[in-house]
């Protein structure tokens, strides 16, 4: 079982690991004192000291804030809920769907059609960060990424109780 120390993890957070490295990190076996340092490394990283449950994505997270929800909540501080409820429902959303808005993204005939796809962009309400994008068919449903049992992962995988 592997070790890590909290300066290659960091390390791995920031991107600057080399491709054997990060081969070498995520091939290991992820153990409980890898995840609770990656969250110490997430929970410095924020402004903020709602306690982190889970990293959702970059700069997305699920917490447990002030009045004990658990919500989805972005590094800048916007919560967007509860973290059941499929956060995207509540950014803001730029939908590109004319060959216009995809040509600013795609060049010449690299593009897709517009009949057969849109892009959606998702952005934080408070920070305006781009937190997703989403490539699917016209009138699609916004699609929810997942939605963790956060008991059972702390329970089954990590061993305690959810705080």
Request: glycine share 6%; net charge negative.
């Amino acid at each position: 079982m592997a070790t890590y120390e909290r300066t290659l993890l960091e390390a791995l957070y920031d991107g600057r690991l080399g491709a054997s490295e990060l081969h070498a990190v995520m091939s290991q076996y992820k153990d409980p004192e890898r995840f609770d340092i990656m969250l110490e490394i997430h929970q410095d990283r924020v402004p903020w000291s709602d306690r982190i449950l889970l990293p959702l994505g970059e700069s997305l997270y699920i917490v447990a804030n002030a009045a004990g929800e658990r919500v989805t909540k972005c590094s800048c501080g916007h919560e967007f809920g509860d973290y059941r409820r499929n956060w995207k429902l509540s950014a803001l959303i730029h939908v590109r769907n004319t060959e216009e808005s995809l040509a600013e993204i795609y060049r010449g005939l690299t593009g897709p059609d517009p009949d057969w796809m849109e892009l959606r962009e998702f952005f934080c309400p408070g920070c305006k960060r781009q937190l997703e994008v989403e490539a699917v068919p016209p009138a699609y449903p916004i699609v929810a990424d997942f939605e963790p049992d956060l008991e059972a992962f702390y329970a089954d995988w990590l061993g305690r109780p959810l705080p």
